[in-house]
């Protein structure tokens, strides 16, 4: 074997080398993301996530997981002062960013569209009336391709009960005087709020807060007694998430209210 033949041969052992850590890395940043996740550190799962992304920036996984990890933050942010308010706003600005980056990455996987939904929700409630009413198009446009995507998507039908649920909550004369500075504002109901919710209990029933919006809306529709089953079953369910226990706790809070109305 010539020397030259040695060289090719050392060179391309070197780069596969070189290629399988380099994925390896990238795997192993993403098991140990998981693994926080699981254990509900979101902060230690996102450093996890975010060092995926910098040993990759093109793999899709990492980057829908870091807009997920930035969203469970800014949504446990303290914002009781200016700078934990300032720092929530950050978090739900990244999330969308690394939202956008995994649909872009891969259109024609669910999550990416999820996530993105869900990070434009949470930054616009942060914006003016005019900058949430032009958002909310987009974060439905988003929520419906993540169901068409995967039409088990649990977390999606969540979502796109709770966007007809908070549209179908601007009544007329506030929809009629709302469109006249805002321009026209999309509809929504109650009904498909509640058939959406319905649908998320069926696909996930374990997860509590689709019981506890589910229940809300059932409030909205003056349906007291079913407000009371699903409000009861977010309180009976253990926690499964960072978040479940204060809903928990709002749901003991709420049902006082729907036990009196169902009497």
Known sequence: MNKRM??????????????????????????????YYTQLDNAKAMEEYLAAVQADPNNYEAAWKACRAMLDIGELTDIKTKEG???????????????????????NDTWGHFYLSAALGQYGL????????????????????????????????????????AIAEIGGAKRLFGSIFFGSIPKGSFE?????????????????????????????MDKYKEAVDEYQKAIDLPAATAKDPD?????????????????
């Open 6 to 35: 040695i060289f090719v041969l050392v060179a391309a052992f070197f780069a596969l080398s070189a290629g399988f850590a380099f994925a390896q890395s990238v795997d192993e940043h993403l098991k140990k993301g998981d693994e």
């Open 85 to 107: 308010e300032a720092k929530q706003k950050k978090y739900y600005k990244d999330s969308e960013a690394y939202g956008r980056k995994a649909v872009a990455l891969n259109p």
């Open 126 to 165: 942060l914006l003016g009336k005019k900058e949430q009413i032009a958002m909310s198009r987009e974060v439905k446009t988003e929520i419906e391709k993540a169901i068409q995507l995967d039409p088990n998507n649990d977390l999606a039908y969540h979502a796109l009960g709770r966007w007809h649920r």
């Open 192 to 220: 498909e709020s509640a058939a959406a919710l319905k649908k998320a209990t069926e696909l996930k029933p374990e997860f509590i807060e689709h019981h506890l919006q589910l229940a809300r809306t059932y409030m909205e």
């Open 247 to 263: 809903y928990k706790k709002e749901a003991a809070t709420e049902i006082v209210k729907a036990k009196k109305k169902a009497k």
